[in-house]
């Protein structure tokens, strides 16, 4: 896919110095960056045009649908947004009736996002077009390899703590060889020196 796209000028062939790169068509992230990039880019701007509503208001619409109710940090949590995005998501909501802002009856401190009729409502309708686009996204492939995909994508997003963990423990070796490397190399210059 990648590849077919690609155009050349002899300034952008890439040289000796430089010729270790991502193999783009079969770099993962790349291909689940480039979907979900797509799938919100155009799912923001119909629904900003027929809804009134960006991408975010609805992902928030969405949780609040299945629970009713809930928190800044369990949208963070589960979406993924920050929580700077999500406060302003939940402000703008607000202001919108599209949701009330209420204390948790279970904590007393914590505030919730509860969803109001309207965004009852502005949810069921958005609901139907994002079920559509998730049905022509998925047309070329059957039932079973849907089902598939599904457990594949699940267990890979349950990986992603292990991810952040790895990286973590990369840049540490990484740094921790080069201050080896430097260490090693100063010495050799006293040596010399």
């Given amino acids: 896919m990648y590849a077919e796209t690609r155009e050349f000028s002899a300034s952008t ?59 800044a940090n369990k949208v963070s949590r589960v979406i993924g947004m920050d929580k700077a995005s999500v406060s302003r998501c939940f402000k703008s909501m607000q202001q919108d009736d599209l949701i009330r802002i209420e204390l948790d009856q279970s904590d007393g401190r914590a505030r919730i996002a509860v969803l109001t009729d309207k965004g009852r409502a502005l949810h069921d309708d958005i609901r139907d077009v994002a079920l559509e686009r998730e049905r022509a996204l998925l047309e070329v492939l059957s039932k079973e390899e849907t089902s598939s995909l599904l457990s594949l994508l699940q267990r890979v997003h349950e990986n992603l703590p292990a991810v952040e963990i790895a990286t973590q423990k990369f840049i540490a070796a990484r740094d921790a060889r080069a201050a080896k490397g430097s260490a090693t190399a100063g010495q050799r210059g006293g040596i010399h020196g």
């Fill in 13 to 71: 062939l890439p040289t000796r110095k430089h010729a270790r790169h991502i193999d783009l068509e079969r770099y993962v992230p790349a291909y689940l960056t480039w979907t979900a990039n797509k799938l919100s880019r155009g799912a923001s701007h119909f629904y900003l045009k027929h809804f009134g509503v960006g991408i975010e208001v609805w992902r928030c619409l969405v949780l609040l649908a299945v629970d009713g109710a809930c928190s």
